[in-house]
């Protein structure tokens, strides 16, 4: 039995691709700049070649069982990416496909977040839980849950999208093409715009005001600095995203909520403010139940556990047998 395969991590800025094996070990892991392929083919090109390299380097291609790979809006039933709102590469984008025609090894590809229950549920917080979901913050919004010891992915394989769906009545215009989606509230491009909205209400002083390029880290430091303004631009992130948990929590029936992603590293600033805000919104037959905690993986490793516990579950198939 094949005891090695390829974890792949798309991300807006990044793909790191690894060989991992059946324990969980990274053997070897690199890296090159998504942003610097604006062209799909281009991106599989290249991105091939380099697993291929990987390979010969380390145990030859011929003993990798398959490949799994972690994409913002990546479908496992289709194996494509299907219109990404984010990503370079608009429309459908038969990702599974081009890569074992090129490589020629079997290829699962999943959503970012569904790839981050898997690893939460082996490595992380999650393991021994049937039941939880996992929320992540960062360019985007990404819901995934985790029940009854599996992923749920529903009848399409877009289970999880939570961060499109409406939290505010005519509200924010989200890059998925809706308005009031939550992700455009609690996400990065959201937060800034909270940010703008805050201090243009007011003439009180705010570091925030002297920041050329604004980010939720830059935030999150003027916040343990005492900025005020900045502490109000957590505080109604916060009162937002804990009503969705509070949504999310009444419809799964979680063990627990882990939040992960850039934007949960703003720490108690974030999270004081969504747990006062889940705990007034949760149904009440939940309270006290479900637990909102944050991740205990690193990010970059947690994708890339993520994606290779996906690859064992594609049905093997390689031009090396």
């Given at each position: 039995m094949k005891s090695m395969v390829f974890g792949i991590d798309i991300s807006l800025n990044q793909t790191v691709y690894a060989i991992v094996d059946v324990r969980g070990r990274i053997i070897d892991r690199d890296a090159i700049k998504t942003y610097e392929y604006p062209d799909i083919n281009g991106f599989v090109r290249v991105l091939c070649e380099r697993l291929?390299?990987?390979?010969?380097?380390?145990?030859?291609?011929?003993?990798?069982?398959?490949?799994?790979?972690?994409?913002?809006?990546?479908?496992?039933?289709?194996?494509?990416?299907?219109?990404?709102?984010?990503?370079?590469?608009?429309?459908?984008?038969?990702?599974?496909?081009?890569?074992?025609?090129?490589?020629?090894?079997?290829?699962?590809?999943?959503?970012?977040?569904?790839?981050?229950?898997?690893?939460?549920?082996?490595?992380?917080?999650?393991?021994?839980?049937?039941?939880?979901?996992?929320?992540?913050?960062?360019?985007?919004?990404?819901?995934?849950?985790?029940?009854?010891?599996?992923?749920?992915?529903?009848n399409n394989g877009f289970a999880g999208e939570m961060g499109h769906t409406c939290i505010v009545e005519d509200g924010r215009q989200c890059e998925c093409g809706l308005k009031g989606c939550l992700e455009a509230y609690v996400a990065?491009?959201?937060?800034?715009?909270?940010?703008?909205?805050?201090?243009?209400?007011?003439?009180?002083?705010?570091?925030?005001?002297?920041?050329?390029n604004l980010t939720p880290k830059l935030i999150t430091k003027c916040c343990e600095r005492g900025d005020e303004l900045a502490i109000e631009v957590f505080r109604r992130t916060g009162k937002v995203l804990g009503r969705g948990l509070a949504t999310l929590a009444a419809v799964t029936d979680p063990e627990a909520i882990i939040l992960l992603g850039g934007i949960s590293r703003a720490g108690k600033w974030l999270l004081d403010p969504t747990q006062e805000s889940f705990e007034n919104h949760l149904f009440r037959n939940l309270r006290g139940k479900v637990e909102l905690m944050l991740s205990g993986l690193e990010p970059e490793e947690s994708m890339i556990l993520g994606a290779s516990a996906l690859a064992w579950q594609v049905k093997e198939y390689s031009l090396f047998r």
């Open positions: 291929v390299e990987m390979a010969e380097k380390n145990c030859g291609l011929e003993n990798i069982r398959s490949i799994g790979v972690s994409s913002p809006s990546g479908n496992f039933l289709s194996g494509c990416i299907e219109n990404s709102p984010n990503m370079p590469w608009k429309g459908v984008i038969p990702l599974s496909a081009m890569i074992r025609d090129q490589v020629g090894l079997a290829v699962a590809v999943g959503n970012d977040c569904h790839v981050r229950c898997l690893s939460e549920s082996i490595f992380g917080n999650a393991h021994g839980m049937d039941n939880f979901a996992i929320v992540s913050l960062g360019h985007g919004m990404g819901v995934s849950s985790f029940n009854r010891g599996k992923v749920l992915l529903g990065e491009k959201g937060i800034l715009r909270t940010a703008i909205e805050i201090m243009d209400e007011t003439d009180k002083p705010s570091m925030m005001r002297e920041i050329e």
